[in-house]
């Protein structure tokens, strides 16, 4: 399935990693300078991006700031079940709370598109 052009500020993506750990894809607008882990370049102040906010299987959250391009190319390719979601769904303050109970103990198993 192609998910050209997203996420945007609609809808997010969601996949898991091989190591069983929810990823979600959520579009930015960079307020600082990141680094993107994918190219080690620069991501620039203003630059629409992608956030990639990890919940682990075990419980915890972490995230960083992708360039699109970079996203596409690297990061999706290495998950697995890739599904659009709405991006209401991926707030990080969702995901924290999410990351502070363990996969199995989450309640509802996976967002509503
Ligand atoms: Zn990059």
Same mark, same amino acid.
């Given at each position: 399935m192609s998910h050209d052009g997203l996420p945007n500020s609609r809808q997010s993506l969601l996949g898991v990693s091989h190591e069983g750990d929810e990823v979600w894809l959520i579009r930015g607008i960079s307020q600082k300078q990141y680094t993107c882990?994918?190219?080690?370049?620069?991501?620039e102040i203003?630059?629409? +991006?992608v956030i990639a906010q990890t919940v682990m299987r075990l419980g915890g959250t972490e995230h %960083? +700031?992708?360039h699109r391009s970079c996203a596409k190319r690297i990061l999706e390719p290495?998950?697995? %079940?890739?599904?659009?979601?709405?991006? %209401?769904?991926?707030? %990080?303050s969702k995901l924290e709370s999410r990351g502070k109970r363990p996969a199995g103990k989450r309640g509802r198993r996976t967002p509503r598109r």
């Open positions: 882990p994918g190219c080690y370049g620069d991501v203003g630059e629409d +991006h %960083r +700031h992708w290495g998950l697995n %079940r890739v599904k659009a979601v709405n991006a %209401r769904e991926a707030g %990080r």
